[in-house]
């Protein structure tokens, strides 16, 4: 399985990204997904989760900011990011795992995709 993400950039506070993540493979669409960030010196956190039923959880600071979503036809999984604040500013990680109650199990990563909100 390889992950490509994309839509990551430079944006004012206040502004919107759409981030993109599209899997290989035959198990994008019985897999749930994650979105991770790290911005520099932290750890990576988990941000936002959609299971392959379309269930999703986002992390507190980014709720009602932030959308997931998925196309099974394409096998890409998309994080709409919208009031952007410069603390969002990190690496985003899309990954492929499964949800086990109100966990998430991540198993593959793909590269990160660089997200900068100025002041």
């Known amino acids: 399985v390889q992950l490509q993400a994309s839509g990551g950039g430079l944006v004012q506070a206040g502004g919107s990204l759409k981030l993109s993540c599209v899997a290989s493979?035959?198990?994008?669409?019985?897999?749930?997904v994650g979105w991770y960030r790290q911005a520099p010196g932290k750890k990576r956190d988990l941000v936002a989760t959609?299971?392959?039923?379309?269930?999703?959880d986002y992390k507190d600071s980014v709720k009602g900011r932030f959308t997931i979503s998925r196309d099974n036809a394409d096998n890409t999984v998309y994080l709409q990011m919208s009031s952007l604040k410069p603390e969002d500013t990190a690496v985003y990680y899309c990954?492929?795992?499964?949800?086990?109650?109100?966990?998430?199990?991540?198993?593959?990563w793909g590269q990160g995709t660089q997200v900068t909100v100025s002041s």
């Open positions: 990954n492929l795992g499964r949800v086990v109650g109100t966990y998430y199990f991540p198993s593959y």
């Open positions: 493979g035959n198990i994008f669409r019985i897999a749930a």
């Open positions: 959609i299971t392959s039923g379309g269930v999703t």
